[in-house]
């Protein structure tokens, strides 16, 4: 069964950074497309960045220019830089692999929490 461990979550004001990370199991970040995704409290859970097997990017316009995903494939683990945090950054963030079909995905992790607060 795969597995995401997300961490690197925390309380941080706006205009802040949080390097988040993923250590995945059972599945090779390097082989796969990886996404990050986020759920704010009463939302529907949104893709905020993915990266494909071949580097290539991307990213919604709601975060474009603050964030960055990469990947360590000798470590097998994601992660998500996030600079200039905004309060509507506050959410549970998530990783997972990233196809069209994300929606249907049920082997998520726990997510770590992210509040942009002062």
């Known amino acids: 069964q795969v597995q995401f461990v997300e961490s690197g979550g925390g309380l941080v004001q706006p205009g802040g950074s949080l390097r988040l990370s993923c250590a995945a199991s059972?599945?090779?970040?390097?082989?796969?497309?990886m996404g990050w995704y986020r759920q704010a409290p009463g939302k529907q859970r949104e893709l905020v960045a993915f990266?494909?097997?071949?580097?290539?990017?991307n990213y919604p316009e709601s975060v474009k220019g603050r964030f960055t995903i990469s990947r360590d494939n000798a470590k097998n683990t994601a992660y998500l830089q996030m600079n200039s945090l905004k309060a509507e950054d506050t959410a549970v963030y998530y990783c997972?692999?990233?196809?069209?079909?994300?929606?249907?995905?049920?082997?998520w992790g726990q997510g770590t929490r992210v509040i942009v607060s002062s």
């Open positions: 990266i494909t097997s071949a580097g290539y990017t």
């Open positions: 997972n692999r990233y196809s069209s079909g994300w929606r249907t995905y049920v082997d």
């Open positions: 059972r599945i090779g970040v390097s082989i796969y497309a």
